[in-house]
């Protein structure tokens, strides 16, 4: 395909979902949840033939060298396939909010003032790898009475086209626009160009993905971009803490899966602690092949554990996003050091507090600026279906309406309205 027939492609996607746009955002809610319940089960009846899909682009992905991470988020087993699923019914038992008013207040001079939630219309997805985003984002689309056009990475071409198929016969079975959901089928990147720069279809974009992937979106894109860069998060462990309880969530915050954004990537630990906690998650991390970037009050604790992997951190190692078995970690003074330290070096994705002091856990929770901050638990718990979204259509690290895993309530928009009895203005 060469680029003018990439443009016209691009441009008769942006016009067939701008159409199809109007159509869902006057879909019934009963017709929405109707769809997404036929998409759960198209998964469920087609997940060996999906697995069986993903399996080309996992034999083509590694055959191409990419690292291990990478074929790790490239991965669709038939769990994820679960999940899929069941974030999709999780979507249709939740309420429509869609032509919800809020805030209506009656004004002196008669009129009644309100917000009414409403579809964004039409948005773009760039991401790459992870083909459950696929759905993730088809899933988001449809509840939200939105239009999506997904573009997803080269490296899972096949999963997608197998995903993308099974999502427009769901539409078609609820009687909703096939075009409301859209995959772009060509891997060539001038796509992306020209989907980034449609303002006349396209109302936001959603990039998900690697950092360069990213930049480029929000250098290049001509329409509003929801995104996050990294997701170099934290776990602080505050003195005074349960030490038990400390290990278990830092352990399960880094190594439950080393791949994804919410991962634990900083390890903080107040001073007054880290004699007593340090050496039991070294010997935990020592077990499991995760190594330990250090500062001189840490290492002095961790070296001297039998087989501990423990190097000294440099300046670089706070700001590192790993996405692999290692970790930086930094002995604190206490929770002031801590909210300084991630306030500088995290990347204000997810952040999280271990402790029993419940002054400290209210500070951390007000002075922490990120898009999710936790008290006594995993980082990793930050996602869209752990949260009750049903799905998310990525995480946000801006500050503009959407922030943190993004779910229904990301993807729309409020308009004002008025409610008047004939009244005019003196």
Known sequence: MNALNIAEYVHALGLQAKVASALMARADAAIKNRALKALARLLRDNAQALAA?????????????????????????????????????????????????????????????GQMRVPIGVFGMVFESRPNVTIEAASLSIKSGNAAILRGGSEAIESNKALARLVQ??????????????????????????????????????PRGGKGLIERISREAKVPVIKHLDGNCHTYVDDPCDIAMAVKVADNAKTQKYSPCNASEGLLVARGA???????????????????????????LLAPLAGAQVV????????????APIISVKVVAGVDEAIAHINRYSSHHTDAIITTDHRHAQRFLREVDSASVMVNASTRFADGFEYGLGAEIGISTDKFHARGPVGIEGLTSLKWVVLGNGEVRG
Not at 65 to 86: F, H, N, Q, Y
Not at 104 to 110: A, C, D, P, R, V
Not at 171 to 180: R, S, V
Not at 280 to 291: D, N, P, R, S, T
């Open 53 to 113: 899909d993903n399996a080309k682009d996992l034999e083509r992905a590694i055959a191409a060298g990419l690292s291990a991470p990478m074929v790790d988020r490239l991965r669709l087993g038939l769990k994820a396939i679960e999940t899929c699923a069941l974030g999709c019914e999780q979507l249709a038992t939740m309420p429509d909010i869609i032509g919800e008013v809020v805030g209506l207040k009656q004004q002196e001079s008669g009129i009644r003032v």
């Open 169 to 206: 016969q769901a539409l078609a079975e609820a009687g909703l626009p096939q075009n409301a959901v859209q995959l772009v089928q060509t891997t060539d990147r001038e796509a992306v160009g020209r989907l980034i720069a449609m303002p006349e279809y396209v109302d936001v974009i959603i």
């Open 274 to 300: 880290a004699a007593r906690f340090l050496p039991q998650i070294g010997a935990v991390y020592a077990a499991k092949g995760v190594e330990m970037r250090c500062d001189a009050e840490a290492q002095a």
């Open 312 to 323: 000294p951190a440099t300046e670089q190692d706070w700001s590192t996003e790993y996405l």
